[in-house]
């Protein structure tokens, strides 16, 4: 009878196995105070191997920093973070708040938040010259409320980007008494810096209870995958008067704009979710803005990189990076 069931549990946790090795797999968050120091992450880049382009919101300056992180080969996990150095043209910081690399230039562009421009970069922090010709409906964005993200497809050669709200134009933003979506228009470029096409994303309503304090709902990155979908970064922050029982609410969706027509609304599939909370008990709260996708493991399963706004470590809030890997695409 053991043997029976020895055997019978075997086989029930070996046609588990291949279940289970779709789901995302999501590792905990981390922070490294001693070689990262204090800032407001708001948006990152992959550049290969263990080198990042990082932005930071409110640097001192226009620019961006160089970081290593170096991952798990096998699982995926961040095992340390290093920030290398900073990348400036000593121009007057533009609220940067989303990144991408073009392989093929070596090159960066960021998005400013306060003045609607993506500009691009040389890696030592000049501007080129060049600025991506956004279509001028943007200029209904909302004040913080506007490019927050920003992507690039190398295979497509093309950039992707979305405001955090809803454009003026386009309608309201939610509240925490305006349980609406967010209605945003998901715009690409071409390798001429040109705009291609526009979709409509709607994002979810909050999850927020009460009516007190404060709720910002809005897509807040981007990040292009290999197959021309694209990762998009939903997140809600609460904040409570008290600060007690504050969270952010983080998901993950997939859209394939190419399946679609421009002008559809993208439909859109869950990949993961999390809350990070502040409360009495635990203090893991973190407020993700960047995400960009990283290398392959060997396997061939995909690793995005979180990187997380602590508003310069205000009230003992950290700056977190967390990695997600998820399953490679069947053929």
Known sequence: MYRFFLCHLLLTLTAALPAAAQQPTLHRQHHFKHTVPAGNYSGIAWLGGDRYAVV???????????MTIRLDHTTGDILDVRCDSFMTSGRPNRDEEG?????????????????????????DGQPTGRRLDVPPV???????GGFESLTYQPAARRFWTTTEHTLKTDGQKPTLTRRIPNR?????FGADLRPLSQYWYHTDTTEAKGTGGKSTLGVSG??????????????????TKSYVGSFVQVRIYRVWPDRHRPGDVLPKRLVTQFRTRANLTRRDFANYEGICRGPR?????????????????RRGLRDWFRS??????PD
Not at 58 to 64: L, N
Not at 99 to 123: H, K, L, R
Not at 222 to 239: I, N, P, Q, T
């Open 222 to 239: 981007l990040a292009a995958m290999d197959d021309g979908s694209l990762m998009v970064l939903e997140r809600e922050v609460r904040l």
């Open 324 to 329: 997600v890997v998820i399953p490679a695409e």
């Open 99 to 123: 990144i991408c690399y073009v392989p093929t230039a070596n090159t960066v562009f960021v998005s400013g938040e306060s003045d609607g421009q993506i500009i691009e970069y040389g890696m």
């Open 56 to 66: 930071n919101d409110k640097s001192p300056t226009a620019g961006f920093y160089l």
């Open 184 to 188: 945003l228009r998901l715009q690409s």
């Open 138 to 144: 943007f200029q209904a964005a909302r004040g913080n």
């Open 297 to 313: 493991l060997g396997d061939g399963r995909q690793v995005l990189i979180l990187v997380a706004d602590s508003q310069n470590r």
